[in-house]
């Protein structure tokens, strides 16, 4: 089962640039996540989205953007990087019920410089 | 809103002695669900053990199991005979059962608690 994977695994980026980062889940849940975790930190909500065709956003969700065309795809774009976007990006989805857990990708370590 | 704390940045225990990570929250929707995860230094999250608002019982799973004080709101947990393999990052994370159309059952988590297991 490959679960929730993302790309890439890594980036480095320089200042102004825009990049997509890929997630992809094949446990057919309906909610999906992204999150950015600095260093040394708890992991803070950048956008969500409980279905195709419908997003929101989270805590932290200037200088993104994402879309939900298909229940397993969620990217997420990061338009003019900025280096204070340098952090682990996480993926998660999860069913509809609030005792399941999130399942999480292995995240995508990015730089900007 | 939700508020997950972690007082404990760091912690320290012996192998194969058992070790108590504190976690308070805040919420007003009386649904909600509290998650533990391991992020070890490799970086992912491993999803440890849940407790439901309404359960009667702590949860176990295996060495792990939550202490559930819903009247001072705490979840802590508790790994037994701790193993090397145990030092990580740990942390608290609540979910809102309630507005979950509007919410998408978001997880608000806890700065975390770095766990190292000493031989």
């Known amino acids: 089962n490959a679960g929730v994977t993302q790309t890439p695994k890594f980036r480095i980026l320089k200042i102004g640039q825009s990049m997509t980062l890929q997630c992809t889940q094949d446990?057919?849940?309906?909610?999906m996540y992204w999150y950015r975790q600095d260093p040394g930190m708890g992991l803070k909500l950048i956008y969500y989205?409980?279905?195709?065709?419908?997003?929101d956003k989270g805590e932290v969700p200037n200088g993104y953007n994402v879309s939900r065309s298909t229940t397993e795809d969620f990217p997420l774009r990061l338009e003019l990087a900025a280096p204070s976007q340098t952090s682990v990006y996480f993926c998660?989805?999860?069913?509809?019920?609030?005792?399941?857990?999130?399942?999480f990708g292995d995240g995508t370590r990015l730089s900007i410089l | 809103a939700q508020k997950i704390t972690q007082t404990q940045p760091g912690m320290f225990v012996q192998e194969k002695e058992a070790v108590t990570l504190d976690c308070t929250y805040d919420?007003?929707?009386?649904?909600?669900?509290l998650f533990w995860y391991k992020q070890p230094s490799s970086g992912e999250m491993i999803f440890l053990i849940y407790?439901?608002?309404?359960?009667?019982q702590n949860a176990t799973e295996g060495r792990y199991s939550l202490n559930f004080q819903k009247a001072r709101k705490s979840a802590n947990l508790v790994i037994s005979a701790s193993q090397l393999g145990d030092s990580a990052m740990y942390f608290c994370?609540?979910?809102?059962?309630?507005?979950?159309?509007?919410?998408?059952?978001?997880?608000?988590f806890g700065e975390g608690t770095q766990l190292t297991v000493n031989p």
């Open positions: 446990m057919n849940h309906n909610y």
């Open positions: 994370a609540m979910r809102e059962a309630g507005r979950r159309e509007t919410s998408g059952s978001r997880l608000t």
């Open positions: 998660a989805s999860s069913y509809i019920r609030a005792y399941q857990p999130q399942h």
């Open positions: 989205s409980v279905g195709a065709g419908i997003t």
């Open positions: 407790q439901g608002s309404y359960d009667q």
């Open positions: 919420t007003s929707d009386p649904s909600y669900g």
